[in-house]
T-cell receptor
Framework: AQSVSQHNHHVILSEAASLELGCNYS??????LFWYVQYPGQHLQLLLK??????LVKGIKGFEAEFIKSKFSFNLRKPSVQWSDTAEYFC?????????FGAGTTVTVRA | GAVVSQHPSRVICKSGTSVKIECRSL??????MFWYRQFPKQSLMLMAT?????????EQGVEKDKFLINHASLTLSTLTVTSAHPEDSSFYIC?????????????FGPGTRLTVL
């Protein structure tokens, strides 16, 4: 079975601070990796995804994530957050036949 | 991008009644649709996968007679919670994919908040 673990439940930071959200997964085979964001009152949206190739993936809104196979990790980063980045962030993995989500990390950016 | 809608966004019902939730892909044809359930402060849990014109595939522990899924067309899937009880209260989210296989990008609906009294 596959599982996803997100390290932080709630992160609070100030504008212009750097953000890194941890994500680890457990699955022995080839995986596809995703980060989704859910802004308050809105749908889940895809931030970025990794299928193959360059393990450093760039997504929308200045986000990027790095796949480190040896560590089973896919951490999300943004060098300088804005107030509008306040949202819930979900890491998801597809290694078997379904998409498995982490519990999510609430990010609150203070102006 | 592709848009998925759900209706209703919020429903309150009495225990023992049935509730139907619709999931529509508005600007694309969805070969596969997925139904998830989300408890407060927890992740989305896949309930079932449905392909147009065939029976849904349910995850282990999900009662197929309790959660009836119909995917009659390439733009519509419905989830019916039969004989709902308070423990069925939850946030139900659907997603749709252009092709079969969840490795393809899924587009998510806004969710339906079900409260069973």
């Amino acid at each position: 079975a596959q599982s996803v673990s997100q390290h932080n439940h709630h992160v609070i930071l100030s504008e212009a601070a750097s953000l890194e959200l941890g994500c680890n997964y457990s699955y022995g085979g080839t995986v596809n990796l995703f980060w989704y964001v859910q802004y308050p009152g809105q749908h889940l949206q895809l931030l970025l995804k990794y299928f193959s190739g360059d393990p450093l993936v760039k997504g929308i809104k200045g986000f990027e994530a790095e796949f480190i196979k040896s560590k089973f990790s896919f951490n999300l980063r943004k060098p300088s957050v804005q107030w509008s980045d306040t949202a819930e962030y979900f890491c998801a993995v597809n290694g078997y036949y379904k998409l498995s989500f982490g519990a999510g990390t609430t990010v609150t950016v203070r102006a | 991008g592709a848009v998925v809608s759900q209706h209703p966004s919020r429903v309150i019902c009495k225990s023992g009644t049935s509730v139907k939730i619709e999931c529509r892909s508005l600007d694309f044809q969805a070969t596969t649709m997925f139904w998830y359930r989300q408890f407060p402060k927890q992740s989305l849990m896949l309930m079932a996968t449905s392909n147009e014109g065939s029976k849904a595939t349910y995850e282990q522990g999900v009662e197929k007679d309790k959660f009836l899924i119909n995917h009659a067309s390439l733009t519509l899937s419905t989830l019916t919670v039969t004989s709902a009880h308070p423990e069925d209260s939850s946030f139900y989210i659907c997603s749709a994919s252009l092709s079969s296989g969840s490795y393809n990008e899924q587009f998510f609906g806004p969710g339906t908040r079900l409260t069973v009294l």
